[in-house]
């Protein structure tokens, strides 16, 4: 059981360039959701989902965008990099509700050049 | 909104001491949940607790225990005999139960940078 799978684990980007983050899990869980870390900063909510085909914005969706044609598959598009996307980036799921634990991917350390 | 507030930006001791990452939150619902997680050095995040709003049972998991009090918003946790592999950022979250579904996701604080020197 792999639980929250993440790709690539590190990537350099230049300005403007886009790029798509990876994430799968084999829980069969509907909550997925994207974060991004920044230093001293905690995790901030890009986007989440609550089931396939369903997406919604979190507090920092701006840059991002996300599709969810799969219970499994929840990627994160990054269309225009900019260097205020330099960040870690996890994913994690949720089996239902609010109360359950969260399972966080490894996550992905991008910089922006 | 909700709020999840971690003043303790950092904190060094020394090896067997105890220590206590403070946690004050802010929510407008009766009905919420407050987790911790572990990220040590190598960055994963690590399950540590989920509690409900509505049981204050204090808890204790061998080292770790955990002091939520409603009556201050405050879901504070305690290593005792403090260990160098607990050196980590622990985070403090925050996840309201709204009617209507839609799970969107937990509110995190800034994080503690646990240090402990041998």
């Known amino acids: 059981n792999a639980g929250v799978t993440q790709t690539p684990k590190f990537r350099i980007l230049k300005i403007g360039q886009s790029m798509t983050l990876q994430c799968a899990q084999d829980?069969?869980?509907?909550?997925m959701y994207w974060y991004r870390q920044d230093p001293g900063m905690g995790l901030k909510l890009i986007y989440y989902s609550v089931g396939a085909g369903i997406t919604d914005k979190g507090e920092v969706p701006n840059g991002y965008n996300v599709s969810r044609s799969t219970t499994e598959d929840f990627p994160l598009r990054l269309e225009l990099a900019a260097p205020s996307q330099t960040s870690v980036y996890f994913c994690a799921s949720i089996a239902d509700g609010r109360s359950a634990e969260a399972f966080f991917g490894q996550g992905t350390r991008l910089t922006v050049v | 909104a909700q709020k999840v507030t971690q003043a303790q930006t950092e904190i060094s001791v020394v090896e067997k001491e105890d220590v206590t990452l403070d946690c004050v939150y802010e929510t407008r619902d009766t009905t919420y949940y407050l987790f911790w997680y572990k990220q040590p050095p190598s960055g994963e995040l690590v399950f540590l607790i989920r509690?409900?709003?509505?049981?204050?049972q204090n808890e204790i998991s061998g080292r770790y225990s955990w002091n939520f009090q409603k009556s201050t918003s405050s879901f504070n946790f305690t290593i005792t005999a403090s260990q160098v592999v607990d050196s980590a950022v622990y985070f403090c979250a925050l996840s309201e139960a709204r009617s209507g579904g839609g799970a969107d996701g937990l509110t995190f604080g800034k994080g503690t940078h646990l240090i402990i020197q041998p």
């Open positions: 829980m069969n869980h509907n909550y």
């Open positions: 509690r409900n709003s509505f049981d204050e």
